[in-house]
């Protein structure tokens, strides 16, 4: 029996060679490396993901320090022009309140009024009188001053007010987002690990079944040969007995030969259990081999929930970063506004 699976060992000898020597090229694909593969793949992704997003907070931040920036440059010179514009229009009203000087009277004027002074008395009374009132007239006809636009006085209680129902409000939409991502998440997880245990299920079957199929063919051709070879020798020791018995005609001859097939029978029991023995050991390697492989695919899928978590967390921690950039956004903006 030995030689006869003899050229069987050593051809699965050569298979084992074979698939080592492709697992160490890179041409075998094995399903755990493969998903070792996948694994590290997913975690370059996560972490140029988070790369992307550090990069894209940082921009954002810049942007934001040279938007506050120009805010205030507007600002500044906005204030500056109007208060140009205030000193111009204050300087004009000052020149127009000024009491204009009076008219120097030429030499005939004056010689008309003192003919008229002179006869009448009640004239000399009156001409005061139109004088003040002239005056008075002059001062009434002055030209109003300009009322401008002063600024809205804002109470500091209103718009922190405003302030926490807008960051509330805020809060509450992102809690909801953050909630439905969650979800989104747990039912992918759910989706993958059912999608992993029915991959590796399927595997195990086919792996079975190719060994199963192996190890029947095996048997079979084992049965087999061990029938020819016994038909062979049958008619070799049948051929030998009738060539004896018709030289010599002894029956003792004939009773070794039987001894003789006994004790060949006896010997290829013994071999046979010896077959079935090795058998026996091939499977509780496989089985072994199986045990490992279940155990690997268990903590590669530790190791993804342990990265999913990381995820998260990441995410919380940039939630709470973009939360406080608005919260000092408008604080400045009520600095400037102030």
Request: charged share 35%; proline share 2%.
């Amino acid at each position: 029996m030995q030689n006869i699976l003899l050229p069987y060992s050593k051809e699965l000898q050569k298979l084992e060679t074979r698939i080592e020597n492709k697992v160490q090229s890179g041409v075998y694909s094995n399903p755990l490396q493969e998903q070792m593969q996948r694994a590290k793949l997913n975690i370059i992704r996560l972490e140029s993901i988070h790369l992307k997003k550090k990069k894209l907070s940082s921009n954002y931040n810049e942007k934001l320090q040279k938007l506050n920036e120009k805010l205030s440059n507007q600002m500044e010179t906005s204030q500056q022009k109007k208060e140009e514009k205030l000193n111009a229009l204050q300087n004009k009203l000052k020149k127009l309140n000024q009491p204009k000087k009076p008219l120097q009277m030429s030499f005939q004027e004056e010689t008309s009024n003192r003919q008229s002074e002179s006869p009448i008395k009640k004239e000399i009374l009156q001409t005061p009188q139109n004088k003040a009132v002239q005056k008075q007239e002059i001062h009434e006809h002055k030209i109003q001053k300009i009322k401008l636009a002063e600024p809205k006085k804002v109470n500091e209680n209103e718009l922190f007010d405003q302030l926490n129902r807008s960051m509330d409000a805020a809060k509450q939409r992102k809690s909801e987002r953050i909630d439905i991502i969650k979800k989104k998440l747990h039912g992918q997880d759910e989706i993958v690990h059912q999608h992993m245990e029915k991959s590796q299920k399927n595997k195990e079957e086919l792996e079975q079944q190719r060994l199963n199929q192996i190890y029947q063919k095996l048997l079979h051709l084992a049965q087999r040969t061990q029938e020819k070879q016994m038909k062979q020798q049958s008619k070799e020791r049948r051929k030998s007995m009738h060539q004896e018995l018709s030289n010599s005609g002894s029956q003792n001859k004939y009773k070794e030969l039987k001894q003789q097939d006994s004790k060949a029978e006896s010997i290829r029991t013994a071999r046979s259990v010896q077959n079935d023995y090795k058998f026996i050991q091939v499977r509780q390697r496989l089985e072994k081999l199986n045990i490992e492989r279940e155990m690997q695919a268990q903590s590669i899928l530790d190791k993804h929930q342990q990265y999913s978590t990381r995820i998260q967390q990441n995410k919380q921690l940039l939630d709470e970063l973009a939360n406080t950039c608005q919260y000092y956004n408008f604080k400045i903006k009520e600095q400037y506004l102030l």
